[in-house]
């Protein structure tokens, strides 16, 4: 998601010419479907089938949106942008959903906050190291490709695309990959309703 962020921001900025406020404006349809994918799909389907396979499929989602980037062009229509920025949120939204709330989940309340403060701080290493690994594969794909063309500033624009192409496909493995592992490893049972409402009893008679 973050080298995404920063990968989008280049695009619109280098490549588009929008200026910072309209880039920031660009982005406004992948929070409104983060949001949408988080609040309402997350929310709704979290009761109904194990965190494990919701979060599979909002990975795959994800995946479908990433892949939409690779379309990209120097002459792409900001249309292609914005579906790609709607389906990517909404997989993001419906995946962070349930992988948020395993991550306290069977914490004592007194470690809830040491917990939750892990979450936050892996999110935010996994998001530094993959936005890293990210820039590297894109920049050493764009110096590939200046090499391989004619140098000129003619140029300069469709390398920075392909190489952005390029670490779009990697996380689209990566999203795919993660998809996987979150089916097979993430075995945490589906919700019930009637244990958590059972379970708030001796609480209201305490």
């Not at 920031?24 to 983060?34: E, I, R, Y």
């Not at 002459?75 to 709330?101: H, K, N, Q």
């Not at 920075?160 to 089916?183: D, P, Q, R």
Request: no cysteine.
């Amino acid at each position: 998601m973050f080298g995404m962020f920063l990968f989008l921001s280049y695009y619109l900025q280098l490549v588009k010419g929008y200026s910072p406020i309209e880039t920031g404006v660009a982005f406004l349809p992948l929070a409104a479907a983060q949001a949408f994918g988080s609040m309402v799909i997350g929310t709704r389907l979290t009761g109904r089938m194990r965190p494990g396979l919701l979060m599979s499929g909002g990975y795959l989602i994800t995946a479908v949106g990433v892949l939409l980037l690779v379309l990209l062009r120097e002459d792409s229509s900001y249309s292609l942008l914005a579906v790609a920025e709607i389906i990517t949120g909404l997989g993001i939204g419906t995946a962070f959903m349930p992988s948020m709330s395993l991550g306290t989940h069977g914490v004592q309340p007194e470690y809830a906050g040491v917990a939750s403060a892990m979450v936050g701080a892996s999110q935010q290493v996994g998001g530094s190291v993959g936005t890293a690994l990210l820039n590297t594969i894109a920049a050493s794909s764009t110096a590939t490709y200046l090499l391989s063309h004619a140098h000129g500033k003619a140029n300069t624009n469709a390398a920075l695309v392909h190489g952005f192409s390029t670490a779009y496909w990697w996380a689209v493995g990566f999203l795919v990959l993660s998809a996987l592992i979150s089916l097979l490893a993430v075995n945490a049972p589906r919700p019930s309703h009637h244990t958590t409402e059972s379970s708030k009893v001796p609480e209201m008679a305490i």
